[in-house]
């Protein structure tokens, strides 16, 4: 027993001892003959001169001493080097490679710390600096100035030719001489940029590095060489290889037969599990489910009649014909966009939230879409290049669908900007509201992480670092950080004679009405806060009331203490609530609120501003440079306008023209993608858009990562299923329409949601849909049945959202309209930072920069809000007041009733038997009132599972 | 081909997010609905969220947190680090460009302004602290001031982002949301990670403070209201006689039950149905919590509570006392919009900002220490940012100072601190951090550290991207300061 392990232990020994003599003794490693076999054979399927991942090749000391998109690779102390950093990190060989072993790092590491020899001497190559080493330092620095906007001083500096032609007081630079080039003398004197103009541009003091790469580039003459922008070209593409492109998301859809059905796809694959489809739904529970998916409330119980009645055979696909007719399917289905856009009504970022004044122009053109089944290539052409599809500068007449098509780039400005702050609008933060738009895009349309690219190649996609900014610089023509337009400014006034002759014959009366109003309200404001303190602190003096009210008009962290003590008694008295204050206070809020709420009345007859929240080309778009590790002041390479490598046949050059040759002139760069994506074999677009479809109906997509169909993504559930659809969806004219009729006709959408034995063991999640799942509404939905079924729901579509209170204690609601009643969720204002609580408590998200899925919670303040929250309560009244009209006194009616309104059914028999019971219990414990009792009654259904889940 | 998984409890409790309630919910649905299997033994594809308390990944100095947010930034030369050379120069221009002075414009500074109080040392460890702060600094040998913090923006919202979430940005979750999703939470009956508000008003950014960002809403901070009830719909807001609501919660119990006997297999019905009992638990459990009546007169004079200036913040510090002994995690205190912002009269506002705060923040020291919590509990004291040497315009003259995001001082207590210390330093001016500097990712890497959770093991995946509260650069943890 012992020999063998002894044997072990001493062949070990002696091997570590010999190890230690031979590395004591060995010269030092040579980099031709020990280091590049080791490279060539374990890097060199992803680091050679022909592929060159993250642009780095490993096959030669020249090529190794240049490094890759990170920066240099050696460095000549370990500590240093990058090479040495992801070796020793274990990041490279990425997992799932074949790994470096031991004495291959050992080698390498001794290598690298012995100065990394090679027979042939490499010094790291002192490349020259060009023009495109200088002009992304002058975009940052000078350009606001002396660019495309202004040329102050008479200056131009974006090319050396400009800054030779120079301004008023003579040529910017003397090839040769940087001592007497004007622009490094005012650099360097700091008379530019301007000290007091550094924040109004927002232009920082550029440090002593570029300024010393400013002036050896003049001093070696200004140097200035041919180059080009990267760009795809037609040989092949050294960043991302053809096996790249084998990842199935990224080969176009297969074509199946196209009689195939999904019914066909789907019991398929449970038949291979020893599953089949449950049967199908009862007509009720279709009716319910049918309604609530499509338009996000439930039935009348006339329409809930008719279709129960209805005999005829096509009942069901009369009755989907019919919601998708309905407006209100474009409200429901219109939310699941903004989701994916990111729709919010505020500027987000920094803590004023300031509102996004027009953005409901935005949220009202996708509703229109949704329910004109504007065919999806459309739709999203027009939100990605509307501007560059009719010339609208040099139009004679504005028609509507100019404005739309303008309206729908809006999709491109839903991120947060805090660039309209006073201080927040450098190009990091101009970056910062690119990247956001790309994420959009990238994560809602084409289901790729694109934005993970930013500032290194994609860690698990063949997407390079430099497919990112090709990307970026699709978008420069309209969102250029060196030529930034803030939110307040990137705006279009425009619109049809027909509205702007409304917009001047109405607003003008009603907006000095409105002024009118504000006069008295400031007046109400001051009223109310004197009498606040006249009534809690009677011993106050009228001086201190006045110096009060002073106080309040400095910014609060500019008061002295004594004021800022004025201020505070103030606001102690100010947050107490109506019902301990004073008849005297409670007067004065009662005059204050009566005025605001006719200045929001005649606010709501304002005809919509001509302003369109837009993004459109320019014409003049900045050169765009790869960043180093994303960081604005680390640029790289000069690249061009591209799409993803990995999704084309790196073959194909991007083909972008200007739109107007003689018109406007614009880039047309976000047209041609726009037109490449939707070109009908693109391998992502209609995958992901009919993946997004299934899983708003059956709760999981096919695909269950709707962000990401890249390799971190989960493969297809269905994956012939999946092209199918596509296939069909591109043959069907991109019909959204057609695309649910498909999909609700099928018998797998029929289906009945209960759970079998079997199905529990083999399809839990229902991801083979063995049945239909349950689903709990949404927020949008659940708030607008409650509202639907009392009566309370007010279907007046579109136009400026309904503003919130922020109560006292934070709590957010909705304001009703001037009938009393509520509008649609959908219509509500969402402010980043006031959010409807109801809405937040049911799961609406935080836009971050948008939402692909909405988490679902189980969670006890929903609960406490639907039996405890006075305004649930006042529905349930409202419901019950209906529900006698209906049904006159009778119990048994009454109970029918509720349901039929609430439920879209009739009640069990056990149903019947217990409610009649409690029924009777409340009425003896409200003492006889059955109309409390009904109240009450009502308050429980709408608070119980059959309400909230839908089957 | 997908994996083939069971329906199982972790994928219902997976979509359990109960901000307060969710793990009893999950373990009372367990004892009720799987009898005798070992809860959470499968293993299951999608990722769960909950707040059972974890295990930490070294053995933890602290194992609450109470910061004390003294929002708007206070003046680090006023109250903590003394500057002789600044006091010398008062009155006289600042003697470099101008620039460096690090804001955002440079149009209304004025001259050195050296400091408005007199300083003295305390305790035996010496900690200079000037006379506004008579109560802390009797604490001074439990304290450890850092003078050497420095963030990255010198606006207010960028700056508290930075100091709450590690970033300049909207949308990141908080360094007490971290806590709660790196540690759970040790009172399934209230809240992990609770806000106590300033009854005036909400701090400058309002709930982005306490935003669980990217991470699931269980982990984010939870407000108790300040007016009526503390936490939202405990009551019913309606007038019902007791005995219909307990019949009306009978029959939606079995109208609840008939619907799910129907429908086999949806754990999710389960959860709606115990929710109503979970809803009474809480209403007792938060009740009894937040009874400060239950403290003793004297307890309640050491905090101020009844005096004119301590009585607001004095009340929340000893709610946060009795929070932190019942079991949660993280408890914030925050004041109304930025009391330390002074940009005019810092003299008299300073003191003002001391008189509210210093009484009750010293009594909830003394008060931990005595029970034997300060050992457990780390206390933070600090803001977004400091304050400049200079002076600056504003209407009444030049009489206060700008933001400073260079230098500022924070302190730190109890679980974990090594107390008497005066750690790192700043150039004669008090302007820029010198030696040991401290950037906002060191001190929140510390204080994880201190809560026994590696900065570079706690981090969530999102778009394939692992998201740590400290960044992609690693941060240096000061261990100079910890015991």
């Not at chain 2, 109503?276 to 509570?305: C, H, P, V």
């Amino acid at each position: 027993m012992l020999v063998p392990s002894m044997k072990k232990f001493l062949i070990t020994s002696l091997c570590v001892f010999f190890c230690l003599l031979r590395c004591a003794q060995a010269a030092d490693p040579i980099f031709e003959t020990d280091i590049k076999p080791v490279l060539s054979r374990q890097c060199g399927k992803c680091h050679s001169g022909k592929v060159r991942k993250g642009n780095l090749d490993l096959s030669s000391m020249k090529s190794i001493r240049r490094g890759g998109e990170s920066g240099e690779a050696l460095i000549d102390k370990l500590s240093e080097s990058y090479l040495w950093a992801m070796i020793d990190g274990g990041e490279m060989p990425p997992d799932g490679e074949p790994q470096l072993s031991k004495p291959e790092v050992k080698l390498l590491r001794r290598w690298l710390e012995t100065g990394a020899a090679s027979k042939t001497p490499t010094a790291l190559e002192e490349t020259a600096i060009t023009q495109h080493d200088v002009y992304p330092i002058v975009l940052l620095r000078c350009t606001t100035c002396h660019g495309p906007r202004l040329k102050r001083g008479g200056l131009d500096l974006r090319t050396k030719s400009s800054m030779l032609a120079g301004g008023k007081s003579g040529p910017a630079l003397l090839p040769g001489d940087p001592n007497n080039s004007l622009m490094i003398q005012r650099i360097e004197t700091e008379a530019c940029p301007p000290r007091e103009q550094l924040l109004k541009y927002f232009i920082r003091r550029p440090p002593a590095t570029e300024v010393k790469t400013l002036r050896k580039w003049i001093e070696d003459g200004a140097r200035e060489d041919e180059i080009q922008p990267d760009i795809a070209g037609t040989t092949p593409d050294p960043l991302v290889t053809d096996e790249d492109r084998q990842h199935w998301a990224f080969q176009r859809p297969k074509a199946a037969s196209a009689d195939s059905s999904i019914d066909a796809y789907i019991t398929a694959k449970l038949k291979a599990n020893g599953l089949s489809l449950s049967p199908t739904a009862d007509r009720d529970t279709l009716i319910r489910r049918a309604y609530l998916d499509l338009t996000g409330i439930p039935p009348t119980v006339d329409e809930w009649q008719e279709w129960h009645n209805l005999a005829a055979a096509h009942w069901y696909s009369r009755m989907i014909d019919h919601l998708l007719a309905s407006p209100r399917y474009g409200e429901r289905w219109g939310r699941h966009w903004l989701d994916l856009a990111g729709y919010a009504d505020s500027e987000g970022g920094v803590s004023s939230d300031p509102i996004r004044k027009v953005a409901w122009k935005y949220r009202d053109y996708v509703i229109r879409s949704f329910n004109k089944d504007k065919p999806y290539d459309q739709f999203l052409i027009e939100q990605i290049a509307g501007d560059e599809l009719i010339d609208h500068a040099n139009a004679d007449t504005i028609t509507n669908e100019m404005v739309d098509n303008l309206v729908a780039t809006g999709f491109l400005r839903m991120g947060i900007d805090q660039t309209g702050s006073r201080t927040m609008n450098f190009v990091p933060e101009r970056l910062g509201v690119i990247n956001d738009a790309i994420t959009v895009l990238g994560s809602g349309v084409m289901g790729l992480t694109l934005e993970c690219a930013r500032c290194h190649s994609h860690k698990y996609d063949a997407i390079p670092q430099r497919d990112y900014y090709r990307f970026k610089a699709i978008f420069q023509g309209a969102l250029d950080e060196h030529d930034w337009l803030t939110f307040k400014k990137r705006a279009l006034e425009l619109d049809t004679l027909e509205r702007r002759r409304q917009v001047a014959k109405t607003n003008p009366p009603l907006k000095a009405e409105i002024k009118k109003l504000d006069g008295k309200r400031k007046q109400a404001i001051t009223d109310l806060r004197l009498e606040l303190l006249r009534q809690h602190y009677p011993e106050q003096s009228d001086d201190d009331r006045s110096a009060t009210l002073k106080a309040l008009r400095i910014a609060d962290n500019n008061r002295s203490q004594p004021q800022r003590i004025l201020v505070e008694k103030l606001q102690t008295v100010e947050v107490i609530p109506d019902e301990q204050q004073p008849d005297s206070v409670v007067e004065a809020r009662r005059s204050l609120r009566a005025i605001e709420d006719q200045i929001l009345k005649l606010e709501r007859r304002l005809a919509a501003p001509l302003t369109i929240r837009a993004v459109w080309d320019r014409g003049e778009p900045s050169p765009t440079y790869i960043l180093r590790r994303g960081e604005h002041d680390k640029p790289s390479r000069l690249v061009g306008p591209g799409v993803p490598s990995v999704l084309t046949d790196g073959r194909t050059p991007f083909n972008a023209k200007p739109p107007f040759p003689d018109g406007t002139p614009k880039t047309g760069r976000r047209l041609a993608f726009a037109r490449w994506l939707t070109s009908g074999e693109h391998p992502l677009t209609a995958r992901v858009m009919v993946n997004r479809v299934w899983y708003h109906h059956f709760g999981t997509g096919l695909v269950k990562t709707l962000e990401n169909f890249g390799r971190q993504g989960e493969l297809p559930s269905h994956p012939e299923l999946l092209d199918w659809l596509a296939i069909q969806f591109v043959n069907d004219g991109w019909s959204m329409k057609q695309l649910h009729r498909r999909i609700m006709l099928s018998q797998t959408y029929r289906q009945s949601s209960r759970v079998s034995e079997s199905a529990n063991e083999r399809d839990s999640q229902a991801r083979l849909l063995s049945h239909m799942p349950l689903r709990r509404m949404d927020a949008e939905s659940l708030r607008d049945s409650l509202l639907y079924v009392a009566d309370q729901l007010d279907l007046t579509p579109g136009g400026p959202p309904d503003r919130v209170d922020v109560s006292l204690n934070g709590l957010v609601s909705a304001k009703p309209t001037e009938s009393g009643r509520w509008r649609r969720s959908i219509y509500l204002q969402y402010r980043r930072t006031a959010i409807p609580t109801m809405m937040e408590a049911f799961d609406y998200p935080e836009m971050g920069p948008n939402c692909l899925t909405r988490s679902v919670s189980t969670v006890s303040p929903q609960s406490l809000m639907l039996m405890n929250d006075g305004r649930i309560r006042n529905l349930a009244a409202s419901l019950a007041g209906r529900v006698i009209k209906l049904a006159g006194n009778d119990e048994r009616q009454r109970v029918e009733t509720v349901y039929k309104m609430a439920l879209s059914r009739l009640p069990t028999d056990a149903e019947r038997t217990l409610s009649l019971r409690a029924l009777n219990e409340f009425k003896q414990q409200w003492q006889g009132d059955s109309k409390a009792a009904l109240v009450t009654y009502c308050h429980t259904i709408l608070n119980s599972a059959a309400f909230i889940y839908v089957d | 081909m997908i994996a083939q998984t069971e329906r199982n409890r972790r994928d219902f409790f997976a979509r359990t997010r109960d901000g307060v309630l969710g793990v009893a919910l999950a373990q009372l649905l367990h004892d009720d609905f799987f009898p005798g299997q070992a809860f959470g033994e499968e293993q299951t594809q999608r990722e769960q969220f909950d707040l059972r308390a974890k295990q930490p990944h070294h053995p933890a100095k602290a194992t609450s947190v109470i910061h004390l947010f003294m929002n708007g930034g206070p003046s680090q030369m006023d109250l903590f680090d003394p500057k002789p050379v600044l006091d010398r120069m008062d009155g006289k221009p600042y003697p470099g460009n101008i620039e460096e002075i690090g804001n955002t414009g440079t149009n209304d500074i004025g001259v050195m302004m050296g400091t408005r109080y007199p300083f003295a040392r305390h305790g035996e460890s010496g900690m200079w602290m000037a006379d506004v702060l008579p109560h802390t600094s009797q604490m001074a040998d439990d304290l450890c001031l850092i003078n050497s913090m420095r963030t990255d923006h010198p606006n207010h919202d960028n700056a508290l982002y930075k100091i709450q979430s590690g970033r300049l940005f909207m949308g990141y979750p908080t360094f007490g949301a971290w806590t709660v999703y790196g540690l759970g939470s040790e009172n399934q009956n209230l809240p992990a990670y609770v806000v106590l508000n300033d009854p005036l008003g909400p701090p400058k950014n309002g709930t982005r403070n306490w935003t669980s960002g990217f991470l699931p809403p269980l982990f984010q901070g939870t407000r108790l209201r300040p007016t009526g009830l503390p936490i939202l719909n405990l009551k019913p807001q309606f007038e019902q006689p007791s005995a219909v609501t307990e019949s009306a919660r009978e029959l939606l119990g079995k109208l609840d039950k008939l619907h799910r006997r129907d429908r086999p297999f949806y754990p999710e019905l389960d959860a709606r149905i115990e929710s109503y009992g979970l809803a009474a638990r809480m209403q007792l459990s938060a009740g009894e919590a937040l009874d400060l009546n239950r403290e003793s007169r004297s307890t309640q004079k050491m905090y101020g509570i009844g005096e004119q200036w301590t009585d607001s913040y004095g009340k929340r510090c000893l709610l946060a006392r009795r929070l932190v002994e019942r079991g949660v995690r993280f408890v914030q205190i925050f004041l109304e919009e930025q009391p330390w912002d002074s940009h005019a009269d810092l003299a008299a506002n300073h003191r003002g900002a001391c008189l509210r705060t210093d009484k009750p923040v010293a009594a909830l020291l003394q008060d931990l220490k005595e029970r034997g919590l300060l050992d457990s509990t780390l206390v933070i004291w600090g803001g977004e940012f400091g304050r400049t040497p200079t002076t600056q315009r504003s209407a009444n003259g030049y009489s206060g100072r700008d933001h400073n995001m260079q230098a500022f001082t924070s302190w730190m207590a109890g679980g974990g601190i090594k107390g008497g210390t005066t750690y790192g330093t700043t150039d004669d001016f008090g302007h820029k951090a010198t030696e040991n500097p401290v950037s906002v990712h060191d001190f929140h890497a510390t204080i994880l550290h201190l809560l026994g959770l590696d900065h570079q093991h706690l981090f969530f995946e999102r778009s394939g991207l692992e998201e740590r509260l400290t960044g992609f650069e690693p941060p240096r943890v000061v261990s100079e300061i910890c015991a």
